[in-house]
């Protein structure tokens, strides 16, 4: 409700101005309530909303308010924060590169191949996402660690050794965030318009040339939203991380390591390199909105 | 079309002795549906399946495809089996029939999409397609994605894509249908045109019977999955053998057996023709034969005489086309004025008559 234009209301005939609110607060009040019933939200509804609206902002809000804008500049060029983010971003690129070229194959086969025990495959993919991490990395630990079940034979045939390297972090993040990946390119796959791809084998494409040609163009919105999901998620990785290849720092202590341990003697670091995953956090939601989640 | 060609169509329904052109009995399996279809037809023909929604019409053109497995039957293409070569293998083209254009593609990367499959390079599938483009006269479109063409257009890209492979084989299913109106008029007219010059077989399917006798030489009527009449357009305008291609072609129709210029209709009424036949017979005759009276008529000459009930009445062109229960169920056509003077509403009783001239028995 506007209040009453300007030149309606004359200062001097004050009862009927007042007259005249008051019919109108009356009318205001009839209105809302109308207002209420019809479209707006009924308070059980917008009372909770509002909690958990705040309940998910304030601890953003509360690392601005706590950081330490002036000794920022100080800390965030650090060999140790550098080295942590330069290792995080790389690793994470370097797994969501691996998911990618793993996991779209993996997403194709589980859209578009009827075969015995697709579900129990599905379900498989599906459990890394609702797993701990921690079980994860100590799974991976018994899968690929020194005396692993496969990790003896690569330790002894090829003297390869994966725990607590680089590359077991890479191994630690695809583990974890791969499953991202399947499950959104998988839907993308589920959702797309199939007879294009029938439309391309009547032109004589293969079934690859068909998926490379065709389907992959298509679904491209859906395969980088996903990478993104699993980019971010890798990003962030903690348990599995630490378990498998360990905190050492300019090795595998990544962010979200560093971060941990920063907590532990010096705070103000902490905050400070919250504050770049967080930066790094709403870069990469930004761009999901501007580029994919518009254009799909 | 040349001379050639028309040679080839008069040959229409005999495949030619070489073995050239298409020879398939297609059977498709699926649940409780069964799609049983003999199609044959030269180079040159075109033939479309006409019939109802769900009768089966695109599942028999996608087995053609080979984008549906044959249960039972056999499909040869110039005298090559084709049951179990699979649908990329296959000298085969399809207008699908909301075109499928691939939406990432140019036109001309969609035209060129097939020759590159088939082994030529990109520079000369390009050419290729540019040429195609140029036939249909989409040259100034060639760069545009899908989506920014017309229906019209976007019909003449999915043609010259396919087409485009030289196929043995042209598939088309509904190629109008996705158009509005106006646009239908020009697109049929050209789609006659382009199909009239393809040298091979083509195959459409369509509901709408107009599009099949404008774009076919031959047609094929498939209702329930089976192919229920076979003939030239005229032929089956003429003398339909089922209810549905009867109301498409706006016929009255009768099964009956005849005895002499009488026909014993399986309701039980009788209609007097001018044929004489014996045995069982379809008697045809078009809604504007039929006259109607308010009473009883007394000096009419026409043989034909049923008390009918209205039912229903709808405006046809400029004609109400009425629908009479009673004796004989029948449609039929009068001006608004008669409509108006007869006080025709549903529920009235009137009496129809047709001149015995103006009804066609034939074999059933």
Redesign the interface.
């Known amino acids: 409700m506007t209040s009453p234009p300007p030149g309606r209301t004359d200062p001097r005939t004050g009862s009927r101005a007042g007259l005249r609110t008051g019919s109108r607060t009356g009318l205001r009040a009839r209105g809302d309530r109308r207002h209420r019933v019809r479209g707006g939200a009924p308070l059980p509804l917008l009372l909770p909303a509002l909690v958990a609206l705040a309940f998910l902002v304030l601890p953003l809000v509360a690392l601005l308010v706590r950081a330490p804008w002036r000794s920022m500049p100080d800390l965030l060029t650090s060999a140790e924060v550098w080295q942590a983010l330069r290792l995080s971003l790389v690793c994470a690129t370097a797994a969501t590169a691996v998911s990618l070229v793993l996991g779209v194959p993996l997403a194709w086969l589980l859209a578009r191949v009827e075969f015995p025990g697709r579900g129990l495959v599905r379900a498989l993919v599906t459990l890394p996402l609702v797993l701990p991490p921690v079980v994860g990395g100590v799974a991976l630990l018994m899968a690929l660690g020194r005396n692993g079940v496969v990790g003896q034979w690569l330790d002894s045939w090829f003297g390869i050794t994966l725990p607590f390297t680089m590359t077991g972090v890479v191994i630690a993040e695809t583990f974890v965030a791969m499953p991202f990946l399947v499950i959104s390119v998988e839907g993308t796959l589920r959702a797309a318009?199939r007879?294009?791809e029938?439309?391309?084998?009547?032109?004589?494409?293969?079934?690859f040339?068909a998926f490379r040609?065709?389907t992959l163009?298509?679904i491209a919105p859906g395969i980088a939203a996903g990478a993104v999901l699993a980019w971010a998620r890798a990003l962030g990785e903690f348990g599995a991380t630490i378990t498998f290849a360990g905190n050492f720092p300019g090795r595998t202590q990544t962010m979200p390591l560093a971060v941990y341990l920063a907590l532990q003697n010096d705070p103000e670091t902490a905050i400070a390199l919250g504050l770049v995953l967080l930066a790094v956090s709403i870069a990469v939601l930004a761009g999901l909105r501007d580029r994919w989640m518009t254009a799909s | 079309m040349n001379d050639a060609g028309k040679s080839t169509r008069n040959r229409a329904g005999a495949p030619a002795p070489t073995g050239e052109g298409l020879d398939a009995r297609l059977v498709v399996e699926r649940g409780a549906f069964r799609l049983d279809v003999a199609l044959t037809a030269a180079p040159g023909d075109v033939v479309a399946l006409l019939g109802p929604n769900g009768a089966g019409k695109t599942t028999a053109l996608r087995a053609l495809a080979g984008l549906v497995p044959l249960t039972d039957g056999h499909l040869r293409l110039d005298g090559a089996e084709l049951d179990r070569t699979p649908p990329e293998s296959r000298p085969v083209g399809v207008v699908f029939q909301d075109y499928l254009l691939f939406p990432h593609l140019s036109a001309l990367d969609n035209v060129a999409f097939g020759p590159r499959c088939h082994g030529a390079t990109k520079a000369e599938a390009r050419a290729q397609a540019a040429a195609w483009l140029e036939r249909m006269g989409l040259t100034d479109h060639a760069g545009a994605k899908p989506r920014r063409l017309s229906g019209g257009q976007a019909q003449r890209v999915a043609l010259a894509r396919a087409l485009a492979t030289h196929p043995r084989l042209l598939l088309l299913d509904e190629p109008l249908a996705a158009l509005d109106a106006r646009t239908r008029l020009d697109v049929r007219a050209q789609l006659r045109h382009h199909l009239a010059e393809f040298e091979a077989v083509a195959v459409l399917v369509t509901h709408d019977p107009l599009d099949a006798m404008v774009l076919a030489d031959r047609l094929v009527v498939v209702e329930n999955g089976r192919a229920v009449q076979e003939g030239t357009p005229s032929d089956i305008a003429r003398r339909p053998r089922t209810d549905y291609i009867a109301h498409l072609v706006g016929l009255n129709l009768y099964r009956g057996r005849a005895e002499g210029h009488t026909v014993h209709v399986d309701g039980g009424a009788s209609i007097t023709t001018s044929e004489d036949l014996t045995g069982p017979v379809f008697v045809a005759f078009p809604p504007g034969a039929v006259t109607l009276h308010r009473d009883r008529p007394t000096g009419s000459s026409a043989r034909n005489l049923w008390r009918c009930e209205v039912t229903g009445l709808e405006t046809h062109g400029d004609q109400i086309r009425t629908a009479l229960t009673g004796d004989l169920p029948l449609a039929a056509d009068l001006t608004t004025v008669a409509a108006a003077e007869l006080g025709l509403r549903p529920g009235a009783t009137v009496w129809a008559t047709v001149k015995a001239a103006q009804t066609h028995a034939y074999p059933a």
């Open positions: 318009d007879r294009y029938e439309a391309a084998t009547t032109l004589g494409a293969s079934r040339t040609r065709v163009p298509l």
